[in-house]
Nanobody, 121 residues
Framework: QVQLVESGGDLVQAGGSLRLSCAAS????????MGWYRQAPGKQRELVAV???????NYADSLKGRFTISTDNAENTVYLQMNNLKPEDTAVYYC???????????????WGQGTQVTVSS
């Protein structure tokens, strides 16, 4: 069974940095896109950044310049480098993947369990 496993969430002071990781594993699959969404308390889940297998990236406008998404395709892993963190970045960060499972199968959206990022002022 395919899983997206996140790590890297933590409590950090404003101005600090964190790096989130998410690895896809389990069975045969192909990845069309991977990325990150976040959900703050009382708010809807929102896009942080997504990158496609073709190399394109899409960031939330408000996060450009502070957050950077990258991938290790050989390891089916996506990273999110977050710099100059602010209290308003506090949220649960969810890994997302647009995948075919198995590789010849239908495309679908897959989600990790979420990792908590808390930024103190």
């Amino acid at each position: 069974q395919v899983q997206l496993v996140e790590s890297g969430g933590d409590l950090v002071q404003a101005g600090g940095s964190l790096r989130l990781s998410c690895a896809a594993s389990g069975g045969h699959f192909s990845i069309n896109a991977m990325g990150w969404y976040r959900q703050a308390p009382g708010k809807q889940r929102e896009l942080v950044a997504v990158t496609t297998s073709g190399g394109g990236t899409n960031y939330a406008d408000s996060l450009k310049g502070r957050f950077t998404i990258s991938t290790d395709n050989a390891e089916n892993t996506v990273y999110l480098q977050m710099n100059n963190l602010k209290p308003e970045d506090t949220a649960v960060y969810y890994c997302y993947a647009d995948m075919r499972v198995p590789t010849w199968g239908p495309r679908g959206d897959y989600w990790g369990q979420g990792t908590q990022v808390t930024v103190s002022s």
